[in-house]
């Protein structure tokens, strides 16, 4: 259902992407056992959550702020690799559901990348 109130920085496909990566992990991390409860799947899944969030909580303010918050979106997806790596080797997702992690992670850096590039172009 969509709702009758939009956000600017909903609009951004970045934004869009991120929040999509940050379902898939949730789904991903329930198969995790128990004990990573509060360890490795809650990790995981803040910094998967947090691409998205910096995105929305920096887009209101200064050019300077919002690039700021990019900066901390690329460091969440950095923080995921890790944690999706650290998932293979402990055999919690497959050699597959790393590779995928890792494409989409490739490409939401690259994305971030480029608004960030945009937005410190436009104030030169």
Do not use: W
């Not at 990790?43 to 901390?72: M, T, V």
Request: proline share 2%; aromatic share 12%.
């Amino acid at each position: 259902m969509k709702s009758n109130y939009h956000f600017k920085f909903e609009g951004l496909q970045v934004y869009q992407k991120a929040m999509d990566f940050g379902e898939v992990i949730n789904t991903l991390v329930m198969k995790f056992p128990n004990h990573e409860l509060y360890a490795l799947s809650s990790q995981f899944r803040r910094a998967a959550d947090s691409i998205a969030l910096n995105i929305s909580e920096g887009y209101p303010g200064s050019d300077a702020q919002f690039i700021k918050h990019i900066n901390y979106s690329i460091y969440n997806c950095n923080e995921c690799v890790s944690c999706s790596t650290k998932a293979k080797r402990r055999n919690y997702i497959s050699q597959k559901e790393d590779e995928e992690n890792r494409m989409y992670l490739s490409e939401l850096t690259k994305m971030l990348s480029s608004l960030r590039k945009k937005i410190q172009e436009r104030n030169q």
